[in-house]
């Protein structure tokens, strides 16, 4: 149940966001969710890709910091509160939401969210509550 996502330490330079961009394009990997959290020197990038490992290789090889972070994917109602309610059950199980941003699609008209957790080893508890319902690596890759 834990999905693989690629984190680029990036430089707060002139077209480094474009050259992460253009090898992966040039490599045929697909980006289907995306975060950027910067500073005025450099930005962490986080992204659900089609390949994991192989944008791991490509970025490796083209000298950038780079690495790979098990998260999961949590399918939710497109409606206000689900979002809340998830993240309730998650707290009253003791399990920390480190960060969280939304894929770029969805999944049968549902809303679908990436959250870091503290310890990916609790997604057998998350898988066991009622009403939240984590989406398998291999379909998230596809979408």
Same mark, same amino acid.
């Given at each position: 149940?834990?999905?693989?996502?690629?984190? #680029?330490?990036?430089?707060?330079?002139?077209?480094?966001?474009? %050259?992460? %961009?253009?090898?992966? *394009?040039? @490599?045929?990997?697909?980006?289907? *969710? #995306?975060?950027?959290?910067?500073?005025?020197?450099? &930005?962490?990038?986080?992204?659900?890709?089609?390949? $994991?490992?192989?944008?791991?290789? #490509?970025?490796?090889? @083209?000298?950038?910091?780079?690495?790979? !972070?098990?998260?999961?994917?949590?399918?939710?109602?497109? !409606?206000?509160?689900?979002? %809340?309610?998830?993240?309730?059950?998650?707290?009253?199980?003791?399990?920390?939401?480190?960060?969280? /941003?939304?894929?770029? &699609? @969805?999944?049968?008209?549902?809303?679908?969210?990436?959250?870091?957790?503290?310890? $990916?080893?609790?997604?057998?508890?998350?898988?066991?509550?009622? &009403?939240?319902?984590?989406? $398998?690596?291999?379909?998230? /890759?596809?979408?």
């Amino acid at each position: 149940m834990l999905v693989s996502q690629i984190s #680029v330490f990036l430089e707060n330079t002139k077209g480094r966001l474009f %050259s992460v %961009s253009d090898i992966l *394009a040039k @490599n045929d990997i697909n980006v289907r *969710a #995306v975060s950027i959290a910067d500073t005025t020197d450099f &930005g962490i990038l986080r992204m659900i890709v089609n390949d $994991p490992e192989k944008a791991y290789c #490509v970025l490796k090889e @083209n000298n950038f910091t780079v690495r790979i !972070t098990k998260v999961i994917a949590v399918e939710i109602d497109d !409606t206000p509160g689900s979002m %809340s309610a998830v993240l309730k059950k998650l707290n009253d199980h003791g399990i920390e939401v480190e960060y969280m /941003y939304a894929f770029l &699609g @969805n999944i049968s008209g549902n809303a679908l969210v990436i959250l870091k957790i503290d310890d $990916p080893d609790k997604v057998a508890e998350i898988t066991a509550m009622d &009403g939240i319902k984590l989406i $398998p690596a291999e379909e998230v /890759y596809k979408l």
